[in-house]
C-alpha cells in the first residue's frame, strides 16, 4: 500500500522525526530557514499531513495548495497563531499543537529572563568581556531584589501557572493574575489574586506574559500599558512578539518608564538589526528559545508526530486544537 505523503517543514528531533519517516512518504525540509512560500506551496501538494512550525502561514491559499486530501497539519509548537484554525476546521482539516511538554522549560526561561534583567547580567557580562573590569564597584551594577515582591501573571494557562509557582514557591512573591476566567488551582496553591489589567500593571514589579496571541491580546502591552506600569518594573515577554508594541516598549525603557526588560519574543522575528532596542543596555533579548531544552524539543516531536499520523488516520489526535463539538 502505498505510503501517505508528508511535507514536514524542518528537520525535528529524531523522537519524532524517525517515525515520520518509517510510516510515510515524507520530505524533510533541509535547511535552516524556512522554505520560501512559493516552495512551500510547491511541496505541499498533495500531502495526506504536514508538519508546520510557527514560521509557516497556514492559511485558506496554504490548504488550496494542499489539496482537498489534506487531512492534518501539525504545528510543533503549542501556540498556533500561524494557522487559520476556522479555516482548517470549515475544510476537515485536524489541526495539533505540543502542549505540556515545554512548560517548565517554558516558564524556566521567563525567570532567567526576569533574574537576568533585574540583576543586570548580561550588560555586567560585557563589562568584563570588554576588559572594563577593574575593581570593586560599591555603586555598580545594582540591580533589584526579587524575594517578597510582587509578579504579575497575564495568562494563568500552564506556563503561567509554573512562573508563578517558581516566584511564589522560590522567592516568596505576591501574585497577581490576569485571566479571562479564575484559576481555583492558581488562587489555592499561591494565593494568587485575580485583577483587572491596570491593577496588575501598577501594583506588579514583575509583569510576565503567558497568553495566547489573538485579536484582542495582540498590542496589549503598548505606551499606555507601560506608562502604568512602574518604573522599577521588569516586563517579560516569552509568548508572542506582537503582544507587546515594541516602538512603545523602546520608549519606555530608553526614558526610564520602566526599569529593564527580558524577551524571548520579538516583533518582527528574527529581529531586525537595527532594531533600535538594540542599542539599549536594559532588554535581553534571546531568539525565541525557550521550549529549547532536550526534554521539551523530544517531547514537542513526538506528540507533534503522533498528531500527524492519527490525523492521518483519521483518529482523534492526542492534542487536537479543533476536534469535533
Ligand atoms: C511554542 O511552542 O508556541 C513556542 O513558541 C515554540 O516552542
Same mark, same amino acid.
Given at each position: 500500500?502505498?505510503?501517505?505523503?508528508?511535507?514536514?517543514?524542518?528537520?525535528?528531533?529524531?523522537?519524532?522525526?524517525?517515525?515520520?519517516?518509517?510510516?510515510?512518504?515524507?520530505?524533510?525540509?533541509?535547511?535552516?530557514?524556512?522554505?520560501?512560500?512559493?516552495?512551500?506551496?510547491?511541496?505541499?501538494?498533495?500531502?495526506?499531513? =504536514?508538519?508546520?512550525?510557527?514560521?509557516?502561514?497556514?492559511?485558506?491559499?496554504?490548504?488550496?495548495?494542499?489539496?482537498?486530501?489534506?487531512?492534518?497539519?501539525?504545528?510543533?509548537?503549542?501556540?498556533?497563531?500561524?494557522?487559520?484554525?476556522?479555516?482548517?476546521?470549515?475544510?476537515?482539516?485536524?489541526?495539533?499543537?505540543?502542549?505540556?511538554?515545554?512548560?517548565?522549560?517554558?516558564?524556566?526561561?521567563?525567570?532567567?529572563?526576569?533574574?537576568?534583567?533585574?540583576?543586570?547580567? =548580561?550588560?555586567?557580562? @560585557?563589562?568584563?568581556?570588554?576588559?572594563?573590569?577593574?575593581?570593586?564597584?560599591?555603586?555598580?551594577?545594582? &540591580?533589584?531584589?526579587?524575594? &517578597?515582591?510582587?509578579?504579575?501573571?497575564?495568562?494563568?494557562?500552564?506556563?503561567?501557572? /509554573?512562573?508563578?509557582?517558581?516566584?511564589?514557591?522560590?522567592?516568596?512573591?505576591?501574585?497577581?493574575?490576569?485571566?479571562?476566567?479564575?484559576?481555583?488551582?492558581?488562587?489555592?496553591?499561591?494565593?494568587?489574586?485575580?485583577?483587572?489589567?491596570?491593577?496588575?500593571?501598577?501594583?506588579?514589579?514583575?509583569?510576565?506574559?503567558?497568553?495566547?496571541?489573538?485579536?484582542?491580546?495582540?498590542?496589549?502591552?503598548?505606551?499606555?500599558?507601560?506608562?502604568?506600569?512602574?518604573?522599577?518594573?521588569?516586563?517579560?515577554?516569552?509568548?508572542?512578539?506582537?503582544?507587546?508594541?515594541?516602538?512603545?516598549?523602546?520608549?519606555?525603557? @530608553?526614558?526610564?518608564?520602566?526599569?529593564?526588560?527580558?524577551?524571548?519574543?520579538?516583533?518582527?522575528?528574527?529581529?531586525?538589526?537595527?532594531?533600535?532596542?538594540?542599542?539599549?543596555?536594559?532588554?535581553?533579548?534571546?531568539?525565541?528559545?525557550?521550549? /529549547?531544552?532536550?526534554?521539551?524539543?523530544?517531547?514537542?516531536?513526538?506528540?507533534?508526530?503522533?498528531?500527524?499520523?492519527?490525523?492521518?488516520?483519521?483518529?482523534?489526535?492526542?492534542?487536537? =486544537?479543533?476536534?469535533?463539538?
Amino acid at each position: 500500500m502505498a505510503r501517505p505523503k508528508v511535507f514536514v517543514t524542518r528537520q525535528i528531533a529524531a523522537a519524532g522525526l524517525d517515525r515520520i519517516c518509517a510510516e510515510c512518504d515524507a520530505e524533510v525540509w533541509p535547511e535552516q530557514l524556512p522554505p520560501a512560500r512559493d516552495v512551500l506551496l510547491r511541496k505541499i501538494a498533495g500531502c495526506e499531513g =504536514v508538519l508546520t512550525l510557527l514560521t509557516e502561514k497556514v492559511d485558506a491559499e496554504f490548504m488550496e495548495a494542499a489539496g482537498a486530501q489534506l487531512k492534518v497539519v501539525s504545528n510543533y509548537a503549542v501556540g498556533f497563531n500561524n494557522i487559520d484554525v476556522p479555516e482548517a476546521t470549515r475544510r476537515g482539516v485536524r489541526v495539533g499543537n505540543t502542549p505540556g511538554v515545554l512548560t517548565e522549560a517554558t516558564a524556566d526561561m521567563a525567570f532567567a529572563l526576569l533574574i537576568s534583567a533585574a540583576r543586570h547580567v =548580561v550588560p555586567s557580562d @560585557k563589562y568584563v568581556r570588554d576588559g572594563r573590569w577593574k575593581t570593586w564597584e560599591p555603586m555598580g551594577f545594582i &540591580g533589584l531584589d526579587l524575594r &517578597g515582591k510582587t509578579v504579575g501573571i497575564v495568562g494563568m494557562g500552564r506556563i503561567g501557572m /509554573a512562573m508563578a509557582k517558581k516566584c511564589h514557591g522560590g522567592w516568596d512573591m505576591r501574585v497577581l493574575y490576569v485571566d479571562h476566567s479564575a484559576n481555583a488551582a492558581a488562587e489555592e496553591a499561591f494565593a494568587a489574586q485575580r485583577v483587572d489589567f491596570e491593577t496588575l500593571l501598577r501594583e506588579a514589579d514583575f509583569v510576565s506574559v503567558h497568553t495566547d496571541l489573538n485579536d484582542t491580546t495582540r498590542s496589549m502591552f503598548n505606551a499606555q500599558a507601560f506608562r502604568t506600569m512602574k518604573n522599577t518594573a521588569v516586563f517579560i515577554n516569552s509568548a508572542r512578539g506582537p503582544l507587546h508594541v515594541q516602538a512603545d516598549l523602546y520608549n519606555a525603557l @530608553k526614558t526610564g518608564e520602566i526599569f529593564a526588560a527580558g524577551l524571548d519574543v520579538t516583533d518582527p522575528e528574527p529581529l531586525l538589526m537595527d532594531d533600535p532596542l538594540l542599542t539599549l543596555p536594559n532588554v535581553v533579548i534571546a531568539p525565541h528559545i525557550a521550549s /529549547a531544552t532536550v526534554q521539551s524539543r523530544n517531547g514537542m516531536a513526538e506528540i507533534a508526530a503522533d498528531n500527524l499520523l492519527s490525523g492521518i488516520a483519521g483518529q482523534p489526535l492526542r492534542a487536537w =486544537v479543533n476536534p469535533p463539538k
